[in-house]
């Protein structure tokens, strides 16, 4: 069993629980027509604002951007493919500078109103008008000069430079969340800046998937499924079995375990493996994405932190190397996440397309160590004029050697991370300390660069190809403190920074598969590693739980339809193949 094995044996809110499928919402659902989300974030105390474009908005992900809303495409890394969904193409002129998207014919509102170019356009347009103030828009106005409607379905994006890569980055889910659409005819006379989308006897927020949200507060969420959908109706997909979804919040891994047991929930965040394994004995009915034993999906967002340039003495890179030795990861994975990870060697994930690299970066001597020098981190600090006090922490001109580390307050592995993390900082000599905080403001913090160190890394995006991934850190779109920014959260600046930045935009212009490609991440991954500019610790491994008591079919390493990320936009196409259990 797991070291974080915490099983409850009381029963836990069982009313509330088992009222929450019959809950009246228009009209009672009964248990088995009813699909329970657990959902890991903070309560959202701002429940009432559903625009999405904002920065940081992080209602899209309780329900409304995996039911709701759906995506242009949807890369599938199962099967390897970017899959059509409401777009039904994207291709590239010869100069790879212009885009041509086709929409798929048929694609409806829920009330009705055709999904056509007018949308698309008025998004755009809409995000290149407020950038960088609204989500993606400062990296969309670098790499989009202007859209052009063609037909009603049919939409140019004019493209400032060469990229190869334009559908896949903005358009296709590569990690999480793409580019969203918002309905022309309800954002058209709207400050996109301050309204809210959230009017449910109106029908806000309005979406084109198969769920409309009837019900809000700060820690569950519901959804009704609509009479028609588009996709249904135009045979690409069957209409969702479940009538209504419920997003809640569970809040600990103990309430979480017993729930699971109880049948009150059907879906359940990353769980230790001791819990997991406590949770089967009592109810075989759960299932992993990996069984006989439990096993996790590897997510391709690694768990580590980001120090903000922009804060002394963190701004020095030799700092930032005596945090990287002091870190044993090997430990970090055995203590924080039972063991069932990997360290991290890279920023990259540890995904077949990007072995042959990974060796490559390994015998360049530019890998992340598996575990901690802690007298080659104190020597460093010790050179930079640290002296060591009678409580064991190294201060300089009289004040301590501190580190602020923030992470979710409702993410247990994030807390676990940083918790091992602060004690093997501790032995090194530094006064670190945990601060919690919860996801919209993370999520702000982290867009604005008001923090120190943070539990939510920048490098977080590739998945087939490096591009992505180290673009983030490209100083292109480099904002001040305060303000927003959607690469470059940590602030890097300096003459590697500008060099990498260089190699980076290069590296982008390239088509997929091109022999440039290694050989200049290979360059601009060693100005990176040396200036630490994140700081990968482990693989991120999700030990989720899918209960077959009430419906079945869901994704797994043996059913791999899709990856089983069900808090990632365009999840709509796994809800429209569970079926009921009975």
């Excluded at 629980?17 to 027509?33: C, F, H, I, S």
């Excluded at 995506?71 to 039904?88: A, T, V």
């Excluded at 301050?194 to 519901?222: C, Q, R």
Aim: proline residues 7%; glycine residues 8%; contains cysteine.
């Amino acid at each position: 069993m797991g070291t974080h094995g915490i099983l409850s044996t009381t029963i836990l809110g069982a009313a509330l629980a088992l009222g929450m499928a019959t809950a009246t919402v228009g009209q009672e659902v009964p248990r088995d027509e009813t699909l329970i989300i657990d959902h890991a974030q903070s309560p959202q105390n701002a429940f009432e604002n559903w625009n999405y474009l904002l920065p940081g908005a992080v209602l899209r992900a309780v329900g409304l951007h995996q039911f709701v809303m759906e995506p242009l495409f949807i890369l599938n890394l199962e099967q390897g493919e970017i899959e059509p969904w409401i777009g039904e193409s994207m291709t590239p002129n010869e100069t790879l500078d212009r885009w041509t998207l086709k929409i798929r014919d048929g694609v409806k509102w829920q009330d009705g109103e055709a999904f056509d170019a007018e949308d698309v356009v008025f998004t755009i347009e809409t995000m290149l008008a407020n950038a960088p103030a609204l989500r993606d828009s400062g990296s969309l106005a670098l790499a989009l000069d202007h859209v052009e409607k063609i037909d009603n379905l049919t939409v140019d994006f004019v493209l400032k430079r060469p990229n190869p890569r334009f559908q896949l980055d903005f358009f296709s889910v590569r990690v999480w969340g793409a580019v969203m659409f918002v309905p022309e005819h309800i954002y058209r006379d709207k400050d996109p800046l301050t309204f809210t989308n959230y009017d449910i006897p109106a029908g806000l927020p309005l979406g084109t998937g198969p769920y409309k949200l009837v019900k809000a507060t700060a820690s569950e969420f519901t959804y009704d499924r609509v009479d028609s959908w588009w996709a249904a109706d135009v045979g690409l997909a069957e209409m969702p079995a479940p009538k209504r979804i419920i997003y809640m919040l569970v809040g600990t891994e103990q309430a979480r375990g017993d729930l699971a047991v109880r049948d009150d929930i059907d879906v359940a965040w990353n769980m230790s493996l001791g819990t997991f394994e406590a949770v089967q004995a009592r109810n075989p009915n759960w299932i992993s994405w990996q069984n006989d034993p439990p096993g996790p999906w590897l997510d391709p967002c690694h768990r580590g932190f980001d120090l903000n340039f922009a804060v002394p003495p963190w701004d020095d890179p030799e700092m930032r190397l005596a945090l990287d030795k002091g870190i044993d990861r090997t430990e970090v994975n055995t203590f924080a996440f039972d063991g069932i990870g990997e360290v991290s060697k890279t920023i990259f994930p540890a995904y077949p397309t990007f072995k042959g690299l990974i060796e490559k970066i390994e015998a360049a001597g530019l890998a992340f160590p598996a575990t901690a020098d802690p007298e080659g981190a104190k020597a460093i600090l010790e050179a930079k004029g640290y002296v060591l006090n009678g409580s064991g922490i190294y201060e300089k001109d009289g004040a301590e050697l501190t580190l602020v580390i923030e992470a979710r307050d409702q993410t247990l592995d994030d807390i676990r991370l940083s918790e091992v993390l602060i004690e093997q900082f501790r032995r090194i000599g530094i006064n670190a300390r945990l601060q919690r905080v919860n996801n919209a403001t993370l999520q702000t913090h982290h867009f604005t660069g008001e923090y120190e160190a943070i539990v939510r890394s920048s490098s977080c995006g590739s998945v087939n190809e490096p591009w992505y991934t180290l673009n983030q850190f490209s100083n292109v779109e480099a904002a001040p403190v305060g303000e927003t920014a959607d690469t470059n959260m940590p602030r890097w600046t300096g003459p590697n920074s500008d060099r990498f930045t260089q190699i980076v935009t290069e590296l982008g212009s390239l088509p997929l598969g091109d022999p440039r490609v290694e050989e200049l991440t290979l360059e601009a991954y060693e100005l990176w590693f040396n200036d630490r500019v994140s700081i990968p610790v482990v693989q991120a491994v999700f030990l989720l739980g899918f209960n077959e008591t009430y419906w079945t079919n869901w994704p797994t390493a043996e059913n791999n339809y899709m990856q089983p990320a069900y808090w990632w936009h365009g999840w709509v196409k796994a809800l429209a193949q569970i079926q009921p259990a009975k």
